[in-house]
């Protein structure tokens, strides 16, 4: 299995548990109190609250910073080997016949 890099995109922390950056299906690396956790979002009928902080979670807003942890797609991609066109069979010169 290959390594992956990745990078970490910073969610701007606001006032309130709402955030448009936010995504139930993508994961997170967020810091409460000098420590570190990485997780996922749930949507509550409050907002989004943290799952891997303590027994029931951190709503957003009490959590100092947010990144969303991206996988780094760019070591992964490779060319297409060139291929040179077939020739068509229908374009080669007839031969002659004696």
Known sequence: MENRKT?????????????NDISPRKRYRVKVDDAWYE???LKKWFGWNFDNYGSSGIQLNLIDEVYEIVQDKGDFKKKAPKVEPKADEDALPEKETM
Not at 7 to 19: N, R
């Open 7 to 19: 990078k970490l995109k910073p969610i701007k922390v606001g006032g309130t548990s709402e955030s």
């Open 39 to 41: 997780g996922i979002f």
